[in-house]
């Protein structure tokens, strides 16, 4: 437990600095609603509509009525989750690889306990501070949509998004623990977490360029939790979230074998 609550107390600055942007981006975002939808928001609207393809899809508004309280946040959704995953897979990299870059392994790993209980003391901490920063999302949203807009009937997809971004997160930081431990090179292992977000986040715009583009979706898991298609159907894709869960423990458990078995640079 000293290992979790180092953990903890090593990364208490970093997430409190992670929270407060995230809050803050989510609050002005919804700031913004108040002057679009000021009066109508009709000539925004119509505006909006003669935006190029190409730009509506790269900020996520194709499909959605910026003018309701649900296309708006769904449009702030993309942006939210995006910088979540970089924070999730960051802190999953960043986790394993710390001690090879403080050189503080041969410290850690020789003291009277095995790898695997400090790689699940390590993996138990970053839960906890996903969950931390999922629920300051949570907390910013609801504050954000409350003091700009009103929930009306909006809770229902509202907490969908919510499910939504914990899956994403979970995701992230599975593929940010899988990349600390088959980096031969600790300073490298979040480089690879930073370029899955951005080709994730490309096919997700290129799948919403034309209709010959779509089967691009399956490659982005932004497009797995479309905001458009929750806010349609009221739903999420059950098919989505089987496969984000056996992503995330196949790969867990993967990086828990390679990382117990490599050698480590002190």
């Not at 700009?148 to 919510?162: E, K, R």
């Not at 992230?172 to 300073?187: I, K, M, P, W």
């Not at 986040?201 to 490659?219: H, K, M, N």
Request: charged letters at 10%.
């Amino acid at each position: 437990m000293n290992v979790f609550w180092h953990e903890l107390k090593l990364r208490r600055k970093s997430f409190f600095f992670w929270a407060c942007g995230m809050v803050l981006l989510i609050i002005l975002s919804m700031a913004k609603y108040e002057t679009i939808s000021a009066g109508g928001g009709v000539e925004i609207q119509k505006m909006l509509e003669q935006f190029p393809q190409t730009v509506q899809a790269i900020f996520g508004m194709n499909g959605l009525d910026i003018m309701t309280v649900a296309g708006y946040y769904g449009v702030c959704f993309l942006f939210i989750a995006v910088m979540a995953a970089i924070h999730a897979g960051l802190l999953g990299a960043n986790m394993l690889a710390e001690e090879e870059q403080l050189k503080t392994s041969e410290f850690l790993y020789t003291k009277p306990r095995s790898r695997e209980t400090i790689i699940s003391a390590k993996m138990f901490a970053g839960t906890v501070m996903m969950i931390g920063m999922w629920i300051a999302t949570l907390s910013g949203s609801i504050v954000g949509i409350q003091a700009f807009a009103s929930m009306n009937n909006f809770w229902t997809d509202f907490w969908l998004f919510m499910i939504a971004l914990g899956f994403i997160q979970l995701v992230f930081f599975s593929l940010g623990v899988l990349s600390a431990s088959l980096s031969h090179r600790a300073n490298d292992a979040a480089k690879p977490i930073a370029i899955i977000v951005f080709v994730s986040y490309l096919l997700y715009v290129f799948a919403r360029f034309s209709p010959q583009l779509d089967w691009l979706q399956y490659g982005s898991i932004f497009s797995w939790f479309d905001a458009a298609d929750i806010i349609r159907s009221h739903s999420i894709n059950g098919y989505y979230i089987i496969l984000c869960l056996i992503i995330t423990c196949v790969t867990l458990w993967f990086a828990s074998i390679v990382y117990t078995r490599r050698y480590l640079r002190i």
